[in-house]
């Protein structure tokens, strides 16, 4: 019943029907939840500190991708999309805009569950930390959780850091896919593998010529620079 130890949830959500009955499976599980219908107070409420956002695609006030956008410009606080509409342009714009996962309504409120544990787990989960990765212009450190490129802060959203953070550490192995969503979003995803090329464009994007992130055909990813221990 504690398993969340007073992790603070933030629930973006104008049906109150929804939010109210994903708030007591929150608090039951030992979160701190606290729930903004609109996405102006939403962005009030993340001036508290907030461990991770469930956010509605479609507020009354404001886009749900607008506010993702506002979010990822300061902070990398795990986002998870909630949106009724079943189309695939709407779960990669989300993620392009730096949302960490989706679901689609309805969905079960175990799964929600099961993807906020993970994503949270993955977030706070104990590393050495003396452990940095040094791939060319980029240097990546784990404990802090942050990636510098030529010495400059690139804001990553939690997912993306992963990604990469996974595949530097491996050193040259492909990996596919679905070795990638296992790892990386540590459980069997319900969509499907486009997730993993949708944080591997952003990384491109965000990290330039200097993103060391090599597509293998027909296989996977691979980093195709030398890494090497900071």
Known sequence: MSDGKHQHI?????????????????????YRVTVAPTGER?????EDK??????????PDMDGLDICRQVRATSNVPIIMLTARDEDIDKIVGLEVG??????KPFNAR????????????????????KKLVCGEIHIDAARRECL???????????EFDLLWELLERDGEVLNRDQLLEKVWG??????????DVHVRQLRKKLGDACPIVTVWGSGYKVGAEVNAA
């Not at 629930?11 to 599980?29: A, G, Q, T, W």
């Not at 939403?42 to 993340?46: D, F, I, T, V």
């Not at 907030?50 to 507020?59: E, K, R």
């Not at 929600?112 to 930390?129: C, E, F, G, Q, Y």
């Open 10 to 30: 933030l629930i973006v959500e104008d049906e109150e029907s929804i939010s109210s009955f994903v708030k007591m499976y929150l608090e039951r599980e030992g």
């Open 149 to 159: 490129l030529s010495g400059e802060q690139v804001m990553l959203a939690p997912k």
């Open 42 to 46: 939403a962005l009030a409420a993340l």
């Open 50 to 59: 907030v461990d991770l956002v469930t956010l509605d695609l479609m507020l």
């Open 111 to 130: 799964e929600l569950i099961a993807r906020i544990k993970s994503i949270l787990r993955r977030a706070s989960a104990p590393v050495n930390t003396s």
């Open 99 to 104: 949302a960490d996962d989706y679901l689609t």
């Open 187 to 196: 459980y069997t995803f319900a969509g499907d593998t486009r997730t993993v």
